[in-house]
């Protein structure tokens, strides 16, 4: 704990260390001598102070008012009843977060030095936060993880047309995280591109910071041995099941695999949470799929690197939208981390980041996506050809430990003492 780098205090509303990106940025920046302490939620089951990996770690108890998902409701009076109740969920959850966030932050500026603030969105109410420590004369980075406007629009089916209050507020929240920030750490060239032109900052304070695998955590295991016992293809999902999140679209290019191919040779696992789960688990039920499909819900690491070793495919179903076309998913570069071959829909860094590791389907369309299943079930070679392609990518250009050098710089200029007027500031960057 006695780094001499510098210190630094990550806030996130995730838990930690489950979230990847921000374990992997905050081990790195530890193992890079600085002091990181991170405030995130808590599980019911885990403690609220502790040290991981030489990270000082702070937990706030997790508060959901109400289930947000989107269930499509056909009637007026029930989508608006979603969208009321999801909005008063929203500003209640970010609140608390942002004031628990808020507190608990002074207190670790009373006891220790502090010399960052890194706020992690969403909630982009952790402007209050920056705010208040620009004033108090501390550093203030901003890492950029989604796109809150684009995100709103995405899991509610806002239009153009229908953007509204909600949206403008979500830009003006997003604009003033990007004037306060001394460094803005965006995870792909479209966040760039948009903290630049939408947030009107200077470019040379954005770096970019993609979602490299670790490789030294993220590594292929012995196969699961129930699972290899099926004799079946295996097809895995890793990620949140929100109602932007296209596990929909999964379902039904599975039930058109089975009902329109006539193949039952597959069995899929689906990893992971979110607001959509139950949902999800009811559509798989209306499409007769409980033989074919298992959601796992949260499960270890250990399980999920397990399950991951055992894929024959591997699947990202996002749809088409305005937050996915220009996101970047982990679950990508970790399916290529282990040398899987992919089946996705064509979006733009999706295809920047997998490049030869995947087929690449018509945006949201469910029976090629079944398709491209059911030719890579039947062709193991060229499995094997794009499960390598990927992994020799990952190794040349996105592993963890290539891409968090950007990190180590946007904090060195971060902690580099501001110019003096005339001379130009270091504009150095790597990507």
């Known amino acids: 704990m006695k780094a ?48 991981i990996d030489g990270v000082e770690a702070y937990r706030i108890p997790r508060i959901t008012l109400f289930n947000k998902t989107n269930r499509k409701d056909p009637s007026l009076l029930g989508r608006i009843g979603t969208l009321i109740r999801s909005v008063i969920g929203y500003v209640a959850e970010y609140s608390y977060f942002t004031l628990g966030s808020l507190a608990i932050s002074l207190y670790v500026c009373a006891k220790q030095r502090v010399d960052i603030i890194h706020l992690n969105n ?103 041995a129930r699972l290899k016992a099926m004799n079946k293809k295996i097809l895995v999902y890793i990620g949140i099941m929100g109602p932007q999140d296209g596990v929909d679209y999964l379902l039904r290019a599975l039930h058109h695999l089975v009902n329109t191919l006539g193949r039952t040779d597959f069995y899929c696992v689906l990893i992971g949470k979110g607001d959509s789960l139950e949902s999800l688990r009811a559509l798989a039920r209306d499409l007769n799929l409980d033989d074919h499909v298992w959601f796992t819900g949260f ?3 250990a399980d999920l690197v397990r399950y991951l070793s055992t894929a024959d495919i591997c699947v990202d179903p996002d749809p088409s939208s305005p937050l996915n076309d220009v996101s970047t998913w982990i679950k990508i570069m970790e399916y290529m981390a282990v040398e899987k071959p992919i089946v996705t829909f064509d979006l733009k860094e999706t295809r920047y980041s997998a490049r030869d590791a995947a087929l690449y389907v018509r945006p949201n369309d469910e029976a090629a996506f079944a398709r491209a299943l059911e030719t890579l079930m039947d062709d193991e070679g060229l499995r094997r050809e794009m499960g390598a392609r990927g992994r020799a990518r990952i190794e040349n250009e996105l592993d963890w430990d290539i891409v968090k050098q950007n990190l180590l710089d946007a904090y060195a200029r971060c902690m580099a003492p501001r110019p003096e007027r005339g001379v130009p500031e270091w504009t150095d960057q790597r990507e």
């Open 122 to 224: 969403p909630p982009d109410t952790l402007c209050v936060i920056a705010a208040l420590y620009k004033l108090l004369g501390k550093k203030v980075v901003f890492d950029h993880h989604d796109l809150s406007p684009e995100l709103y629009l995405s899991r509610y089916g806002m239009g153009a047309e229908r953007k509204g209050l909600i949206y403008r507020t979500l830009l003006l929240l997003e604009k003033i995280n990007l004037k306060l920030a001394d460094v803005v750490i965006a995870t792909n060239e479209s966040y760039r591109d948009n903290d630049i032109t939408r947030g009107g900052i200077d470019g040379r304070k954005v770096f970019i910071v993609r979602n490299g695998p670790d490789l030294g955590r993220i590594k292929a295991v012995a196969p699961d």
């Open 4 to 51: 001499s780098a510098g210190s630094t205090l990550l806030i996130v509303e995730n838990r930690y260390p489950h979230d990847p990106r921000v374990r992997n940025e905050a081990t790195a920046l530890a193992a890079a001598g600085y002091r990181v302490t991170v405030i995130s939620l808590r599980a019911r089951d885990e403690v609220s102070h502790t040290f």
């Open 299 to 301: 499960i270890p690491e």
